[in-house]
Every structure is written in C-alpha cells, then in structure tokens.
C-alpha cells in the first residue's frame, strides 16, 4: 500500500534558514563559487534538512511526531537548490512494507529531486494509528 506522495519547496532562504537554526555554515550549502570548486553541481541542500523534510512526510502520516519508533536514511545524491524563487522540490514517496512483531508499521521511503532518488535505504516504523 502506498501513502499520498508530499512535495516539499527548498529555496536558498530556506538554507539560511536551516542553517542559522544547525549552525552548519558550510560553504557548500550558500556558495556557488566554493560549491563547484569542490566539484558539486553548484549549491546544495544540507543533507540533515533533506531528512527533516522526508521526516515531516512520515510525521504527517503517522499522525504525531511521537509515533515515529524509527527512523533511518542513506544520504546518496545531494540536492542541487538553484537561485531561483522556485528554487527546487524534494517529493517524498512512502509505502507500507509490512509490521514489526510489536504490531508497528513499517515504511519505505523515497526521497526525489529532479527525478532522481536523493536517499537510499530510507525506512521508518511508526506505532499503528
């Protein structure tokens, strides 16, 4: 069974934002310049808020934050956010996979920017609503 897909805006103010509130300055997350001097196709998002995003798609769905017994992710392709308005979408995908012997439900996750997985072996197990 799969569960409604939520799409979710990151724009660089978004990335002030997050990191103000982490402390994670790194330059790749606001400057272009350094971001492909290292390689990368230009500014990305913290790999932490790109987790916080999915994780709010598996808290809607669960119906509280507490209801969230686990929660895991493999970071495997950053997400490039332009310097647009627009800046970019993150589309959070998730399925039941089954349940726990404790009775709670597994899920399977899929994260996508610009149609392509961001994260692998995304999973959460959520106490039955």
Known sequence: MSLETQTFRVTRADLVRYAGASGDFNPIHWSERFATSVGLPGVIAHGMFTMALVGRAVTAWAGAPDAVVEFSVR????????????????????????????????????????????????QAVVRKR
């Open 75 to 122: 970071f495997s392709r950053p997400v490039p956010v332009p310097d647009t308005d627009e800046g970019t979408e993150v589309v959070v995908s998730v399925a039941v996979k089954g349940e726990t012997e404790e009775g709670h439900t597994k899920l399977t996750l899929t994260a996508t920017c610009q149609g392509e997985k961001v994260l692998s072996m995304a």
